[in-house]
């Protein structure tokens, strides 16, 4: 096997959502399939720290947000490094990446789709200039790569074609989330017998944690010594938190911000709720689902992939707060149902979602990449 196969991942790198963490899990081991990789980013942030901390190498062009001197930087880092394969993620980097890489003859170009812009993008001008980015450059890319049916779909809807687009699910590391302390409860003080729901999410509109906390009145009636967690940070903290003093549910919503534990934090959880408008994959439900945590989720986008409703989670109407209280009280006062649910997802899991499923997919995509661009 020839380990000396590189791969150069282009992304913003601003945040430290699912793309970022996915990057993370495929430099980490896909040397172990014969490719060894570096990232471009353009932040330096919390996600340049910790590829440095891996040892994974890193180059921050850190520009202002659309300078074209991005446009040379990578231009320069693939003249220089030649790899044998760019993979980009995310519109500014898709859009950069591209226009960098048609200079560069011969190297395979593969763009991974996480998520559906139109749901990324509230405000409608940063809507219309994305989409307009994505497509003006689309057919640059030699391949996408979606991270579930319901995004190749769209793909396809919007004109690529089928032959242009796999599905590749990202995996979880099965074994790392099924071990974990309830450390996050003991900080917060909540007593052996409180009901625990959690949320693990970046705060922004999209992922619906306000229903979630609309429907905590109606769980607390069925149970006083309920709780709602929520990990994550982003720009909906504000308005979340003054939602929970309009609501006077102080004592019962706790917000625990960013953390990197999250196998703790979710084996501190009785259940997980995700009320997602829209879902590219839903990783924090899958990392649930291998700490075996029953889970109560919307039936949106890439969730669909892996949740059948009563088999291995318990579905809510979308925007419904009374359905999603509903659901959640069913779980809570039925123990042997929420084992069952929570038996089955770690089963699904374990089968379709691992990281070494995510490997060797995304392995055999790289392989034939390079046979078609040599053949």
């Given at each position: 096997m020839d380990h000396n196969r590189t791969?150069?991942?282009?992304?913003?790198?601003g945040e430290y959502g699912g793309a970022e963490q996915h990057i993370l899990q495929l430099l980490n081991l896909l040397p172990n399939y014969g490719f060894k990789g570096k990232v471009i980013c353009f932040y330096e942030a919390a996600f340049s720290k910790e590829l440095r901390k891996r040892g994974i190498e890193v180059e921050v062009l850190a520009f202002d947000r659309f300078d074209f001197r991005l446009l040379t930087g990578l231009r320069d880092a693939?003249?220089?490094?030649?790899?044998?394969?760019?993979?980009?993620?995310?519109?500014?980097?898709?859009?950069?990446?591209?226009l960098a890489a048609r200079k560069v003859i011969d190297i395979p170009l593969v763009t991974t789709v996480h998520s559906l812009l139109r749901f990324d993008y509230t405000n409608q001008l940063a809507?219309?200039?994305?989409?307009?980015?994505?497509k003006w450059t689309r057919t640059i890319s030699d391949h996408f790569i979606a991270v579930?049916?319901?995004?190749?779909?769209?793909?396809?809807?919007?004109?690529?074609?089928?032959?242009?687009i796999s599905v590749v699910h990202h995996g979880i590391d099965v074994d790392y989330f099924?071990?974990?302390?309830?450390?996050?409860?003991?900080?917060?003080?909540?007593?052996?017998?409180?009901?625990?729901?959690?949320?693990?999410?970046?705060?922004?509109?999209?992922?619906g944690i306000e229903e979630a906390i609309r429907a905590l009145p109606l769980i607390l009636e069925a149970n006083p010594d309920a709780h709602l967690v929520v990990v994550g940070a982003g720009p909906e903290e504000g308005a979340l938190k003054a939602l929970v003093e309009q609501l006077n549910l102080g004592s019962h919503?706790?917000?625990?911000?960013?953390?990197?534990?999250?196998?703790?934090?979710?084996?501190?959880?009785?259940?997980?709720?995700?009320?997602?408008?829209?879902?590219?994959?839903?990783?924090?439900?899958?990392?649930?689902?291998?700490?075996?945590?029953?889970v109560v989720v919307t039936g949106v986008g890439g969730i669909l992939d892996f949740t059948q409703d009563r088999e291995n989670g318990l579905m809510f109407e979308k925007g419904s707060s009374r359905d999603l209280a509903d659901k959640v009280i069913e779980v809570m006062n039925?123990?042997?149902?929420?084992?069952?649910?929570?038996?089955?997802?770690?089963?699904?899991?374990?089968?379709?979602f691992s990281l070494d499923t995510m490997l060797r997919n995304t392995a055999r995509l790289y392989e034939h990449l390079l046979e078609e661009s040599n053949g």
């Open positions: 791969v150069i991942h282009v992304i913003g790198g693939f003249e220089r490094d030649r790899p044998h394969i760019i993979h980009t993620h995310g519109v500014k980097a898709n859009f950069f990446g591209r809507y219309f200039f994305a989409s307009r980015m994505e579930s049916s319901s995004i190749a779909r769209s793909l396809e809807e919007d004109g690529v074609s089928a032959e242009k099924a071990q974990g302390s309830p450390v996050l409860r003991q900080e917060l003080g909540l007593s052996e017998g409180s009901y625990c729901i959690g949320i693990v999410s970046r705060l922004v509109k999209i992922k919503v706790h917000f625990a911000g960013f953390r990197k534990d999250i196998a703790n934090c979710l084996h501190s959880f009785d259940c997980l709720v995700s009320a997602s408008h829209s879902e590219g994959l839903g990783l924090n439900i899958l990392e649930a689902m291998a700490a075996s945590v029953p039925n123990p042997e149902l929420a084992e069952n649910l929570a038996k089955e997802a770690l089963r699904r899991v374990q089968e379709s």
